[in-house]
C-alpha cells in the first residue's frame, strides 16, 4: 500500500516584527500585559505593504523544495490552503506553481479556516495513496490575515499574524511510515461568528451598499470556552482508539495557537504532560500556518 511521507518542511515569516508596545500606542491603552498574562504573545510577524500570500508561499514552498533535495519541476501537485487568497481568481496555487517553475505541477485552493493545513495534508496524502501518478506534492499553508484587520478593533488587531508553512510529500510503496489516520470535523454552526464576510458572492464588494469594514475581519460572537479544548480532546481519542494507542503514546502535539490555555486544558483532559504541546505563539501570535494546527486530527510515524 502506498503512503506519503515528509521528506521536506520549510516555513517563512515576514521581516516587519511588531511588539505588543506597537499596539499600546496604535490603541491608546495598555494591552501589552493582558496578552503576555493571558496567551504569552510578545510579538508577531507582518507583510510588509508589498508583500502578499503568494509571496509568503514561494519563499517557504523553496525553502521546502531545498530541504527535500529536489527540483521544482518534479512536483506533480500544488494544494495551499489559505482563507487570505492572491485572487478570488484564479487560484493562489497557479501563481505559485509559475513562480517557482513547477511546470509539470496540477494546482488548486482549499479553504477550510483555521483547519486549512492539516485538511490540505490529509488531502494530498489521499491523492498519493489512491493514484500512483503523484510522487511528490507540495503543500502549503498560508496566512496574510494583517491585510483584512480593522486597525481600531483590539478584539483582533492584536491576534492575527502572517506567514507560510510548506511540506513535500513523497509516494513510498510498502512501508510503516507516514501517516497513521486522520479525522476532519466542522461545527458549521458557527460559520456567522466570526469570518470576512464581503467580497464573495453573498456580499460582493460595491462601496454604494456594503459597509467600508465588511471586508475586515470580524468578531461577530464570542466562541464558547470549551469548544476547543472538548473538540481537541475527543477527536485525540478517538484517533488513538482507531490505531489502538494511548494520548501518552503521542511525543509531539501541534495545536492552532489561539489560546494557550485552551491547549493546556486539552492536555490535561488527556492527562499527557503540558509539554508535549509545542507552542510558538509567544513569537508569531496566531499564525495559523507556522503552527501547522490539528482541527483536524492527524498521526504520523516519524522517520526511523
Known amino acids: 500500500m502506498r ?10 515569516a515576514p521581516e516587519r516584527v511588531l511588539p505588543n508596545s506597537y499596539f499600546n500606542e496604535l490603541l491608546g491603552e495598555d494591552v501589552d500585559t493582558w496578552l503576555l498574562s493571558n496567551l504569552t504573545i510578545k510579538e508577531r510577524r507582518w507583510c510588509k505593504e508589498n508583500q502578499s500570500t503568494a509571496d509568503l508561499c514561494v519563499e517557504a514552498a523553496n525553502n521546502s523544495l531545498q530541504n527535500a533535495g529536489i527540483k ?6 500544488i494544494i495551499i490552503s489559505t482563507d487570505t487568497p492572491e485572487y478570488i481568481s484564479p ?7 509559475y513562480r517557482i517553475g513547477a511546470v509539470n505541477a496540477g494546482t488548486f485552493d482549499l479553504n477550510t479556516a483555521c483547519a486549512g493545513f492539516v485538511t490540505a495534508l490529509d488531502v494530498a496524502n489521499k491523492f498519493i495513496q489512491a493514484d500512483e501518478n ?41 512501508t510503516e511510515r507516514g501517516q497513521l489516520t486522520s479525522r476532519l470535523h466542522t461545527e458549521g454552526q458557527y460559520s456567522d461568528w466570526m469570518g470576512i464576510y464581503a467580497g464573495g ?33 475527543s477527536m485525540i481519542k478517538e484517533s488513538c482508539a482507531r490505531i489502538n494507542i494511548s494520548p501518552n503514546d503521542i511525543t509531539h502535539f501541534f495545536f492552532t495557537q489561539i489560546n494557550i490555555n485552551t491547549i493546556w486544558e486539552a492536555m490535561d483532559n488527556l492527562g499527557v504532560s503540558r ?30
Open 3 to 12: 503512503n506519503s511521507i515528509i521528506i521536506g518542511s520549510g516555513s517563512y
Open 72 to 77: 521544482a519541476e518534479e512536483l506533480n501537485l
Open 91 to 97: 487560484s493562489t496555487a497557479s501563481v505559485v506553481q
Open 134 to 174: 503523484y510522487k511528490y506534492i507540495l503543500v502549503i499553508g498560508a496566512y496574510a490575515m494583517s491585510k483584512y484587520l480593522d486597525m481600531t478593533d483590539k478584539k483582533t488587531v492584536t491576534l492575527f499574524a502572517d506567514g507560510a508553512g510548506a511540506v513535500v510529500l513523497k509516494s513510498v510503496d510498502n
Open 201 to 233: 458572492t453573498h456580499m460582493p464588494v460595491n462601496h454604494n451598499v456594503v459597509d467600508a469594514k465588511d471586508h475586515l475581519l470580524k468578531f461577530v460572537k464570542k466562541f464558547p470556552r470549551e469548544i476547543n479544548p472538548t473538540t481537541w480532546t
Open 275 to 304: 509539554n508535549r504541546a509545542h507552542t510558538i505563539m509567544d513569537r508569531y501570535d496566531y499564525t495559523v500556518r507556522l503552527a501547522y494546527q490539528w482541527l483536524l486530527m492527524m498521526l504520523c510515524r516519524k522517520r526511523n
